[in-house]
């Protein structure tokens, strides 16, 4: 009998990377820009519409289902998105984002838009303070996620990423009032990079 190849299943042979490394870093790169643009979309409804559309909590479920899902997005698969609607959302931002500020690239004050794409310490706290708060954040992302997949505790695999995304929920409720939780450099370098092109100079590395 023979099989029957449908049409999107020769699409994806004839498309497949099958460098190792490349399909690697490729899907690396799509998970942290995905985790990106649904974060930093999170953070901006939060304070362009001054605190009225997003709390303090939904922000740490919001970014824990971010994680959650691109994991699962990119684990073993790769998506694609409508290129209109990627470009309307970030129209529709841009729009209230120059509203909000006046047109100015602020780090502090009532107006700042900087903490839209990245964590910054609160004014009361000192940049030892601010260290060891990450290092904090951080061991406790590496020790949970150690856990999670430890083969001798079992844990099923499909359940991962969502395990994941809740460590982050809890790290964001339990010490994240102090600088936020930049707690993985590659969803925190990245935009600060950005805001140093887009007028915000070298604050957003301060």
């Not at 899907?27 to 990106?36: H, M, R, V």
């Not at 939904?58 to 684990?75: H, K, M, T």
């Not at 100015?104 to 794409?117: E, H, L």
Request: charged fraction near 15%.
């Amino acid at each position: 009998m023979t099989e029957v190849i449908y049409p999107e299943e020769r699409l994806r042979q004839k498309i497949h990377i099958r460098d190792p490394t490349l399909r690697n870093a490729l899907s690396e790169f799509i998970g942290t820009a995905l985790l990106l643009f649904i974060g930093i979309g999170i953070v901006m409804q939060f304070v362009l519409s001054g605190e009225k559309l997003n709390t303090w909590i939904q922000i740490n479920i919001g970014w824990g289902l971010a994680i959650a899902f691109c994991v699962y997005a990119c684990s073993k698969t790769s998506e694609c998105f409508s290129p209109l609607t990627v470009k309307e959302k970030l129209r529709l931002f841009s729009d209230q984002f120059i509203k909000y500020a006046g047109n100015q690239r602020t780090i502090i004050g009532p107006k700042a838009t900087a903490i839209c794409f990245c964590s910054f310490p609160a004014l009361h706290v000192s940049n030892t303070t601010a260290f060891f708060d990450q290092v904090a954040g951080t061991a406790l992302l590496m020790f949970f996620v150690c856990v999670i997949i430890d083969k001798r505790i079992a844990i099923p695999g499909w359940v991962h990423p969502f395990l994941f995304g809740f460590v982050v929920i809890m790290i964001g409720t339990s010490v994240g009032m102090n600088v936020g939780y930049p707690i993985n450099p590659a969803r925190d370098l990245g935009p600060r990079i950005f805001m140093l092109f887009i007028g915000y100079g070298s604050q957003a590395f301060t």
